[in-house]
């Protein structure tokens, strides 16, 4: 797979002094759905956040190999604008690309459909559940099919029954758009149902300490939890969580 | 039903006062010129009423423009500030001090600086300055209080200045505008009547200097008459800027939602 972007001796430290990252290594190559996994603290947001450029490192480089990609970003919150429908939440990023109404509307549209919410774009956020205001999300974060997709924990907050729902319907974005994700979560179980690798991180400073490749069937949906290939990988997790991050 | 006594109670309650105050007066034998009447002043009322109207119309003219410059100026000069700290840093010192003197003090030395041949433009600068501080205070955290999250995703996307503002900031800032509104709308009614009091109102006469007038006069029932319009004045203000507030915000903020459910 081609490299899409490299983080090499990553560190950054806040202005009040805290230092929330040691020296960060990491590599991504297109078409990856990378899981950043490790206890609170331990940076991988500002992982996230770097690699967005919301923030500027303080040493080493963040590169792109051939650029940086239309990228998109999904929150812990829904973080929707609540005085906007699902439809013009949805349509953000397009209309801020400038792309006329009368084509963002349809896109927009779609996207919201993808997502399992055709029938909303006329719902204000505060209508809408909490998982239904993630999808709207998460509809505004593919609307204009980026080529790298960040999401900082943004099922952290969820029940169990919605936060599954959106791991598959996640997973059948991924395939369909051929995205990069990276994924930010401190769950072992999700990164292991979601992730072709995941990248174990530990805190003081916060840098990566393991990395694991997994083997995934390409189509995986409910029944892949109960296998056998999907208890090794969450115990190859596990333990190298426990190994490295205690 | 709920909707109903909403209205009946308070005005069941006014009925009342009406009634206990007209039968008090009349049975102490309560002396016009101390407490008039409720029939008395509505006898005033009828007897000065185109007087009393053209008074009205003059207070009115001067609020709605003093409102609007101010709610004007003040949402510009929020966005001012939002846009550069150092400006607001410069300025919001100067703004407090205009807001904290209190504007019968400042009243006066207006009044002679305009000149009293033009004290339409002394009375509307009195109630611009009461009337805008609450409007650019209350606009200028709103406009900073958009979601820190929502302004990192929009510069993600390559969002310009103008956008941020337009699309994000302003909406943000809405509920806090239209709070500062309802309190700028009443206050820019007291900087007019205070302004009136100290300067008169020139050739024109508004409510604020008949009132003057009438208590010199010991008219007390006409008095009574045109401070029952000034609060009707007050209140139908309150209400239309209630009911923007409404029509702006009751899709979607938490503080216009009826309880549902």
Redesign the interface.
């Known amino acids: 797979m081609a490299p899409l972007l490299s983080l090499r001796g990553v560190s950054k430290t806040f202005s009040g002094g805290t230092q929330a990252l040691g020296a960060v290594d990491l590599d991504v190559a297109e078409g990856e759905f990378l899981s950043l996994l490790g206890p609170s603290g331990c940076g991988k947001s500002t992982v996230l956040?770097l690699t967005?450029?919301?923030i500027a490192p303080t040493g080493g480089t963040v590169k792109f190999a051939a650029g940086k990609p239309e990228?998109?970003?999904v929150?812990q919150?829904p973080?929707l604008?609540?005085?906007?429908s699902a439809l013009t939440n949805a349509r953000?990023?397009l209309?801020?690309?400038g792309v006329p109404r009368t084509e963002a509307e349809p896109r927009a549209a779609a996207a919201l459909a993808r997502v399992g919410l055709a029938g909303f774009e006329h719902a204000?956020?505060?209508e809408l559940s909490g998982g239904m205001k993630m999808r709207v999300s998460i509809a505004r974060a593919i609307a204009?099919k980026p080529k790298l997709l960040l999401m900082d924990e943004p099922f952290a907050a969820l029940d169990e029954l919605a936060r599954q729902s959106l791991n598959d319907d996640l997973l059948k974005l991924w395939r369909e758009d051929a995205m990069t994700v990276i994924f930010v979560t401190h769950s072992v179980y999700e990164s292991a149902y979601l992730s072709t690798r995941v990248a174990v991180m530990s805190a003081r400073p916060g840098r990566v300490a393991a990395e694991i490749a997994l083997e995934q069937p390409a189509a995986r949906e409910e029944s892949y939890r109960l296998t056998p290939e999907f208890a090794d990988a969450a115990r190859r997790i596990s333990a190298a969580l426990k190994d490295k991050a205690a | 039903m709920s909707a109903l006594l909403k209205y009946l109670v308070p005005f069941a309650l006014g009925v009342a006062v009406l009634a206990a105050w007209q039968t008090l007066v009349r049975f102490y034998a309560v002396p016009v010129y101390l407490l008039p009447a409720p029939s008395d002043v509505w006898a005033a009322l009828t007897a000065n009423f185109p007087e009393l109207m053209s008074a009205l119309w003059v207070t009115l003219r001067i609020v709605v423009a003093a409102f609007v410059i101010a709610a004007l100026s003040g949402v510009f000069w929020a966005i001012v500030f939002a846009q550069s700290r150092v400006v607001e840093m410069a300025l919001y010192p100067y703004a407090v001090a205009l807001q904290v003197t209190p504007v019968v003090a400042i009243a006066p030395l207006i009044v002679i600086l305009v000149g009293f041949e033009r004290i339409d433009l002394a009375l509307l600068i009195i109630a611009w300055i009461v009337a805008f501080f609450p409007i650019l205070a209350n606009t200028t955290i709103g406009l900073r209080s958009a979601d820190s999250n929502l302004m990192d995703l929009f510069r993600l996307y390559g969002a310009s200045r103008w956008q941020i503002l337009w699309r994000l900031q302003l909406p943000s800032a809405l509920p806090y505008l239209l709070g500062a509104l309802k309190v700028s709308g009443g206050l820019s009614l007291i900087g007019v009547i205070v302004a009136e009091f100290v300067a008169g109102t020139g050739t024109d006469t508004g409510l604020g200097w008949t009132i003057t007038q009438a208590m010199r006069n010991l008219e007390i029932a006409k008095m009574f008459a045109a401070l029952g319009l000034l609060a009707t004045l007050g209140i139908a203000i309150f209400a239309a800027l209630s009911a923007l507030e409404y029509a702006l915000l009751h899709k979607w903020h938490e503080s216009a939602l009826t309880k549902q459910g």
């Not at chain 1, 604008?81 to 906007?84: Q, V």
């Open positions: 956040r967005a450029g919301l990228t998109a970003f929150f919150e973080t604008m609540p005085w906007a953000l990023a209309d801020l690309e204000f956020p505060r204009a």
